[in-house]
């Protein structure tokens, strides 16, 4: 080796060596996610309202289960087929409902304003330094400077979300603004070196979805499990996402991809994540028989192929080190949507039992227990059905909640 190759061989360790040593730091950091919501294609008259509006504000309020010091927002545009432009954005707290922050810090992107989020992916902010607390509302204002006409984002807000022109992400109340519903291009907001250490994922249909709250109150059944955990000493680290995409079923794509395409990317792609919880399968059934009946054969074959789907996640969850819950299907006889017959009973029944021995799950949450009327066990509870025999009330949610035991989450 002759003395200058000796020389760029020691400078280059020596710049190896440096460049760990600064990196070695960034390892360190530990994001949480604070809030998340599935990603799915928007259509409908309140993605026609943002497509009319032109260049225009998306102002949106979400509820928070982590506490910190600095955020990052992810955006997405994983349902577009073109690139998204975001011409600016802003973050501050705020009260569900209401469009007005009073303190508004802007968002870059790598030091800059705008950002180009490409077709199919997502993208985060720069790190923002706002302290929050769980159990707060954020509003995340994004500026369009381009008519979205494919947008990405979750229409079962049930939270108002605030829609007008122009640029307004630096403007503290928005009083010409008009309401309209849904989270847009925004699938998360994360917090660095949270008090909660862990995350749990609730995934399911529009019973996980919150379908039939009041908007702006915070009242699905993931919502009290988040305020239950953080009440327990014992479980107070865990922040809630909740994956729920109301319509959403087992093995065929609907509202929204199929569970077994989304679920890699709503609970394995998060950081964090150690349990998911998991409640899925009414629309399997109800969608099968809605428009005519079905032979037996179909019924079984239905049966088993929930079954097996239900398998394929847990290994998937435990090839990642997370804990997959299941949840037995609450009943829905009477629903006018499905009119479910004796035969889906039995499916429903076949699966459940499945659940509940099947062995290979790691915790099971029996909601169909919870919130059954035990006069008439195929259907929901009275006190907890919210009228159409098929979503629970939001004393069922709160029966929901209560029904999960919380050493689940505290099992070595």
Same mark, same amino acid.
């Given at each position: 080796?002759?003395?200058?190759?000796?020389?760029?061989?020691?400078?280059?360790?020596?710049?190896?060596?440096?460049?760990?040593?600064?990196?070695?730091?960034?390892?360190?950091?530990?994001?949480?996610?604070?809030?998340?919501?599935?990603?799915?294609?928007?259509?409908?008259?309140?993605?026609?309202?943002?497509?009319?509006?032109?260049?225009?504000?998306?102002?949106?309020?979400?509820?928070?289960?982590?506490?910190?010091?600095?955020?990052?927002?992810?955006?997405?545009?994983?349902?577009?087929?073109?690139?998204?432009?975001?011409?600016?954005?802003?973050?501050?707290?705020?009260?569900?409902?209401?469009?007005?922050?009073?303190?508004?810090?802007?968002?870059?992107?790598?030091?800059?304003?705008?950002?180009?989020?490409?077709?199919?992916?997502?993208?985060?902010?720069?790190?923002?330094?706002?302290?929050?607390?769980?159990?707060?509302?954020?509003?995340?204002?994004?500026?369009?400077?381009?008519?979205?006409?494919?947008?990405?984002?979750?229409?079962?807000?049930?939270?108002?979300?605030? $829609?007008? =022109?122009?640029? &307004? /992400?630096?403007?503290?109340?928005?009083?010409? !603004?008009?309401?309209? @519903?849904?989270?847009?291009? *925004?699938?998360?907001?994360?917090?660095?070196?949270?008090?909660?250490?862990?995350?749990?994922?609730?995934?399911?249909?529009?019973?996980?979805?919150?379908?039939?709250?009041?908007?702006?109150?915070?009242?699905?059944?993931?919502?009290?499990?988040?305020?239950? $955990?953080? =009440?327990?000493? &014992? /479980?107070?680290?865990?922040?809630?996402?909740? !994956?729920?995409?109301? @319509?959403?079923?087992?093995? *065929?794509?609907?509202?929204?991809?199929?569970?077994?395409?989304?679920?890699?990317?709503?609970?394995?792609?998060?950081?964090?994540?150690?349990?998911?919880?998991?409640?899925?399968?009414?629309?399997?059934?109800?969608?099968?028989?809605?428009?005519?009946?079905?032979?037996?054969?179909?019924?079984?074959?239905?049966?088993?192929?929930?079954?097996? !789907?239900?398998?394929?996640?847990?290994?998937?969850?435990?090839?990642?080190?997370?804990?997959?819950?299941?949840?037995?299907?609450?009943?829905?006889?009477?629903?006018?949507?499905?009119?479910?017959?004796?035969?889906?009973?039995?499916?429903?029944?076949?699966?459940?039992?499945?659940?509940?021995?099947?062995?290979?799950?790691?915790?099971?949450?029996?909601?169909?227990?919870?919130?059954?009327?035990? !006069?008439?066990?195929?259907?929901?509870?009275?006190?907890?059905?919210?009228?159409?025999?098929?979503?629970?009330?939001?004393?069922?949610?709160?029966?929901?909640?209560?029904?999960?035991?919380?050493?689940?989450?505290?099992?070595?």
């Amino acid at each position: 080796m002759t003395p200058f190759s000796q020389f760029y061989r020691a400078a280059g360790l020596i710049a190896l060596s440096v460049t760990m040593t600064a990196a070695a730091p960034i390892g360190d950091v530990r994001w949480i996610p604070a809030w998340g919501s599935s990603q799915m294609r928007i259509d409908g008259p309140n993605a026609d309202k943002l497509a009319k509006a032109g260049p225009a504000t998306i102002r949106q309020i979400v509820h928070l289960t982590a506490s910190g010091r600095t955020l990052r927002l992810r955006l997405s545009n994983v349902a577009g087929t073109t690139p998204l432009k975001i011409g600016a954005a802003s973050i501050g707290l705020a009260t569900p409902g209401r469009s007005e922050v009073p303190a508004i810090l802007p968002v870059r992107f790598d030091g800059a304003a705008e950002v180009i989020v490409p077709p199919g992916a997502e993208l985060y902010s720069d790190p923002i330094p706002l302290p929050v607390e769980a159990g707060r509302d954020v509003a995340v204002s994004l500026y369009f400077p381009e008519a979205v006409t494919a947008p990405t984002g979750h229409s079962g807000a049930r939270s108002k979300t605030f $829609l007008v =022109a122009g640029d &307004a /992400t630096a403007r503290t109340t928005l009083a010409d !603004a008009q309401t309209i @519903g849904g989270w847009w291009h *925004l699938s998360d907001i994360e917090v660095r070196d949270a008090v909660q250490k862990q995350t749990v994922v609730t995934i399911g249909d529009s019973i996980t979805d919150g379908y039939g709250i009041t908007d702006d109150t915070n009242t699905r059944w993931p919502d009290d499990l988040a305020r239950r $955990l953080a =009440a327990s000493p &014992a /479980t107070r680290t865990f922040s809630v996402v909740n !994956a729920g995409i109301g @319509g959403n079923r087992v093995l *065929l794509d609907g509202l929204g991809p199929n569970l077994m395409a989304r679920f890699d990317r709503d609970v394995i792609a998060r950081p964090g994540v150690t349990h998911a919880i998991l409640l899925e399968g009414v629309n399997d059934l109800g969608v099968m028989t809605r428009e005519h009946p079905v032979d037996a054969v179909t019924h079984q074959q239905m049966v088993r192929r929930i079954t097996q !789907a239900y398998r394929q996640l847990a290994e998937r969850a435990h090839a990642h080190g997370i804990r997959l819950i299941v949840s037995t299907i609450t009943p829905f006889q009477g629903s006018e949507y499905y009119h479910p017959g004796p035969e889906t009973e039995a499916d429903r029944q076949a699966i459940n039992r499945f659940i509940r021995t099947a062995g290979i799950f790691d915790g099971v949450v029996d909601f169909d227990q919870a919130i059954r009327d035990p !006069a008439k066990p195929d259907r929901l509870l009275p006190a907890y059905d919210s009228g159409d025999h098929l979503h629970p009330s939001m004393a069922g949610y709160r029966a929901m909640a209560a029904a999960i035991p919380l050493s689940l989450f505290t099992r070595r």
